[in-house]
Structures are given as C-alpha cells and as structure tokens.
C-alpha cells in the first residue's frame, strides 16, 4: 500500500467510499451524496491549502484524509481540523493511522499548532480511534445535529502538534515544497 496526493480524477473512488457513511450512517452530517462535480470540486479547493491524502492498493483507493481550516479568521490560521474515510473493506488494517501520521506530518510542515476533529456521539469507534492517537475530548455539543429521525451528540477533540511562542506564518499545501510532502508505503 502506499500514500499519495489525491487527485479530483480520484473523485469517483473517493465517493464510493464516503457514500455509504452519508447514506447508511450518522457519521457523515449530510443528507445527500454529493455529486461526482461537486465532490471533485472539494479535492481541488482543499488542496490549494491543505494535504488531501489517499491509501492505494493495487490501484485502487481504500480510504483518505483530508484537512481543512478550522475557522476562517486569521487568529485561527495555525488549526486544522482533520477527516478520515476508510473503505468498509478496508477496516482493521491500519490505514486510517497511517494517513493521520502523514497528515499529521505535513501539517506540522505548513505550521499547523492545532488538530481538531469533530465526531457524532454515536461513532464511538472513531472517538477511541482519535483517543489512541492523542487526540483529546475537549467539547460535546448536545443534540447538534439532527438525521435519521433522531437529534445527534458531537464530540470535538483535539491534538496539538506543537506550541511556539510565537508561530511561524501558516504555508498552503501547493506552495510546500515537493520535499516536504512526504509520502510513503505501508
């Protein structure tokens, strides 16, 4: 397996792993799948700022992470929040960790203090999941956010990757240098 850059051709795949989390559960707060243009439109967009990784096997993609800003003013500059999707069958075989030290690694590289996530109550798998990975509960939202005919907990959790002083200025993923964008096979 390794970790690539996602790409908006990886669109169709990319979709057919998020569908089922919109579809079938409450992990995902969307009602409705997006579309093959709108959801290549996300690659791109998140791109230009951020890493947007996937986990490939004999070309195919088994799962991705992405991050994006936290907040859009400028104080916020230095958080990110973090997602990850993992094909269904592709549980259990370290992929999502994987993807989070990648990620994890270039966010540091773009001067990224802060990593958040935010998590339905219910998914108390992907709550351990974060937990394991240093990620702490700092809030809980009561009955947020509502689908499949009931109200919904999120968590937010999160994990700081180092604190300055003072931080450096935030660096958009596209002006990275290609050094700094590690990948790797796992």
Known sequence: ????????????????????????????????????????????????????????????????AYAHAYGERSAYQWSAEISVYIAEKAHGKGIGRSLYAEIEQILAKQNIVNITACITGENEASLAFHQKLGYEKVAQFKKIGFKNGQWLDTFWLQKELNRPEKPLPFIPFSKLSPKKKRYCTI
């Open 1 to 64: 397996m390794q970790i690539r850059t996602a790409q908006p051709s990886d669109g169709k795949q990319l979709l057919a792993i998020y569908q089922p989390y919109v579809e079938q559960t409450t992990v995902s707060f969307e009602y409705q799948t997006p579309t093959l243009a709108e959801f290549s439109s996300r690659i791109k967009q998140t791109l230009t700022d951020f890493p947007y990784l996937v986990v490939l096997e004999d070309n195919q993609i088994l799962g991705y």
